[in-house]
């Protein structure tokens, strides 16, 4: 085993921040979670940012991978080496981390440690009320910053609006130091979204086209924050260098988070649409099938994507021509075919892109640009969730208000 090349306690970086951390800058090795309550140390396996196999006491893959989110004490070690376990964690790792927290947040996951009495009594008290919490607490990190991409830095205090929804601004930020929200303007008021911070980027991949576009979200600075303003004129060209079929995915992975977002809006202000959408559509993906390996481009007709939820079917995007269906194979996004099915109108027809020519464009991009585009498929994931969460607080609200059957 070499030497660790992060390392540290857990009450300084979280199991879900040390994930982000490893992930976005493609580390390959074994993290260590070692806690005094255990007798051999938890550990996660990394291949090029990608999580692949966990073991932690008893429990091994993806319950082993959720167990360590219980592991609040102790330290944790990180070695780049080479990774000998077989793969059977196919989720990305943004969805795990939500996933972690958010059953970490309702009891599911067993606390590893000295859980106290006022805890205890808590836990208890919720018991009977508790619902799953929207996902705004949930903190979006990013790479380490190439300073090379940094003409400049700006500086805003808590509270202090950033950049605000519908205006216009070619420009793009990482962020240095603090954190920031990221919120929509909805009928019911301001929704928070999610939280960015140390890595994470502000702005959109439609900035560095030569059309842009009006900004689709307010950033609000939710503690002092450092901004680094990154090179535009460099990230520009970059852009420009592209071949217009990656220009097409770029725009069509963007669609995707404005789509998924406005439905995690709706599902908040409790629309049912997936029901009558789907009336005369034909299922051409079905979730949790492991046969789709590739991806395909939208050339005619309309698409949606649905999760099946313990609750019902979940819509979160209506797709057209030009976005892409399938599993995007370089990038963590997530969706159809794990997570979602996809159904399809009858004109629906699709072309299939040359995915190693994509493959190779997208490994041939600087850290920076690549980084750019992992944080729009890490949002995604971040809003999907938010619409679940906000389906399952709906549903519990119903549950909760209807009249309980009176005992003859």
């Known amino acids: 085993m070499g030497a660790p090349v992060l390392s540290g306690s857990l009450d300084f970086l979280a199991l879900g921040d040390l994930i982000q951390v490893i992930g976005p800058n493609g580390g390959t090795g074994v993290l260590r979670i070692i806690s005094q309550y255990a007798s051999e140390p938890g550990l996660l396996y990394f291949v090029k940012g990608n999580i692949i196999n966990a073991k932690a006491r008893d429990k091994t893959g993806l319950k082993a991978a959720y167990a360590l989110f219980g592991w609040l004490e102790g330290t944790f070690e990180f070695v780049e080496e080479e990774v000998e376990v077989p793969k059977i964690i196919s989720e990305n790792r943004m969805a795990i981390i939500l996933d972690g927290n958010r059953m970490l947040d309702d009891g599911q996951i067993e606390k590893l440690g000295p859980i106290s009495f006022e805890e205890q009594m808590a836990a208890a008290a919720d018991e ?9 607490h949930t903190v ?10 940094v003409v400049s830095e700006d500086a805003f205090s808590e509270g202090q609006t950033i950049v605000e929804e519908n205006t216009h601004g070619s420009w793009n930020w990482t962020v240095l130091e603090g954190l920031v929200d990221i919120v929509k303007e909805t009928s019911k008021g301001p929704l928070k979204l999610y939280r960015m911070g140390d890595g994470a980027f502000l702005g959109s991949l439609d900035a560095l086209s030569f059309k842009g576009g009006p900004r689709n979200a307010t950033a609000v600075a939710a503690s002092d924050v450092q901004l680094g303003v990154l090179d535009t004129q460099r990230l520009t060209s970059e852009y420009a260098a592209l071949s217009p079929a990656f220009r097409k995915l770029l725009k069509s992975l963007e669609n995707r988070l404005r789509e998924v977002t406005e439905h995690a809006i709706g599902a908040r202000q409790n629309a049912h649409e997936a029901k009558e959408l789907l009336k005369n559509a034909k299922l051409v993906i079905r979730q949790s099938s492991s046969e789709l390996r590739n991806f395909f481009t939208i050339v005619e ?3 949606f994507v649905v999760q099946h939820t313990d609750i019902g079917q979940l819509l979160l995007a209506k797709l057209g021509p030009g976005d892409f269906v399938g599993k995007i194979p370089f990038l963590d996004i997530g969706h159809e075919p794990l997570t979602a099915s996809v159904f399809a109108t009858s004109t629906f027809k699709v072309d299939k892109p040359d995915i190693t020519r994509l493959k190779e464009e997208y490994e041939g991009l600087s850290g920076m640009f690549r980084g750019l585009i992992d944080n729009v498929s890490t949002s995604v994931m971040v809003a999907t969730r938010l619409a679940y969460d906000f389906q399952r607080r709906n549903a519990a609200d119903r549950t909760r208000k209807q009249p309980k059957s009176k005992k003859k």
Request: hydrophobic share 30%; net charge neutral; proline share 9%.
């Open 128 to 136: 009977a009320t508790s619902y799953d919490k929207p996902v705004s």
């Open 140 to 149: 979006i990190k990013g790479p380490l910053v190439d300073y090379m991409y």
């Open 301 to 303: 007709g309309g698409a």
